[in-house]
C-alpha cells in the first residue's frame, strides 16, 4: 500500500528556533494535510491544503505556522519560533479524492515527534 | 460540524465481538460517518466510512440506524492487536468538508 513519509522521525530543538517538519504524500494525492498530538490527548487539526494555497486552518495555527509545498513531492509545515508548547507528534494526511467525491480516507504518515527545550 | 459522542475507554477479551457506539444527534443530511484507528506513536488508519444502514468491509462492520443520529463499529473476534484508539467522525459529504476533526476517541482494551 502506498504510503506518507515524514522526515525527521524525530526533532528536538531550542524554544526559540525554527523547525521544518518533511512530508512527502502519496504521489497522485491533492489534498493535504497536517495534523498534531500531544501525549495523551486528541488529534487536533491543524491546516488543509489544495491547489498551493491553504483551504482550512484552526485557531491553533496562528502566524506561527505556516505550510508549503516546493516542489511536486514534498510538503512541509514550518514553526517559526518554537514555544513549549509546540511540543507534540506532528502528522501529515494526504487524500486523493476531488471535493464532489464521497470517499474521505486520509492517509497518514508515522508522524514527527517534536520536543522543544 | 455534527459533534460526537463516545465511550471514553472499553475492555473485552480475545476472540469476543466488540462494539463501538457513537452519537451524533446533530448530523446533516449531507454528512457521513467515518472511523479511523491509532495506534500508540502511529498516524490514525482509515477503517470504514458509511452513509446509511451497513457496510461492511475485511475489517469492521458499521451500522447506522435509519434516523443517523448514531452508528456502531462492530469488530468481530477481536485480538490482543486490536487494542486502540478507535475515532469516530462526522464530515460533510458534498461539497467536501476539509476541516477533517477529531473527537477524543475510545480507548479500546482487549484482554487475553
Known amino acids: 500500500e502506498p504510503e506518507v513519509t515524514q522526515t525527521p522521525s524525530h526533532q528536538v530543538t531550542q524554544m526559540g528556533q525554527e523547525v521544518i517538519l518533511r512530508c512527502v504524500p502519496i504521489s497522485n494525492h491533492l489534498y493535504f494535510y497536517w495534523y498534531r498530538q500531544i501525549l495523551g490527548q486528541k488529534v487536533e487539526f491543524l491546516v488543509s491544503?489544495?491547489?498551493?494555497?491553504?483551504?482550512?486552518k484552526s485557531e491553533i495555527f496562528d502566524d506561527q505556522f505556516s505550510v508549503e509545498r516546493p516542489d511536486g513531492s514534498n510538503f512541509t509545515l514550518k514553526i517559526r519560533s518554537t514555544k513549549l508548547e509546540d511540543s507534540a507528534m506532528y502528522f501529515c494526511a494526504s487524500r486523493s479524492q476531488d471535493r464532489a467525491s464521497t470517499n474521505e480516507k486520509l492517509f497518514f504518515g508515522s508522524g514527527t515527534q517534536l520536543s522543544v527545550l | 460540524l455534527a459533534k460526537t459522542t463516545q465511550p471514553i475507554s472499553m475492555d473485552s477479551y480475545e476472540g469476543q465481538e466488540v462494539n463501538i457506539t457513537c452519537s451524533h444527534n446533530n448530523i446533516a443530511t449531507n454528512d457521513y460517518i467515518t472511523w479511523y484507528q491509532q495506534f500508540p506513536s502511529q498516524g490514525p488508519r482509515f477503517i470504514i466510512q458509511g452513509y446509511k444502514t451497513k457496510v461492511t468491509n475485511e475489517v469492521a462492520s458499521l451500522f447506522i440506524p435509519a434516523d443517523r443520529k448514531s452508528s456502531t463499529l462492530s469488530l468481530p473476534r477481536v485480538s490482543l492487536s486490536d487494542t486502540a484508539v478507535y475515532y469516530c467522525?462526522?464530515?460533510?459529504?458534498?461539497?467536501?468538508?476539509?476541516?477533517?476533526?477529531f473527537g477524543k476517541g475510545t480507548r479500546l482494551h482487549i484482554l487475553p
Open positions: 467522525l462526522v464530515g460533510r459529504l458534498i461539497p467536501r468538508d476539509d476541516k477533517i476533526i
Open positions: 491544503f489544495y491547489n498551493n494555497e491553504i483551504s482550512e
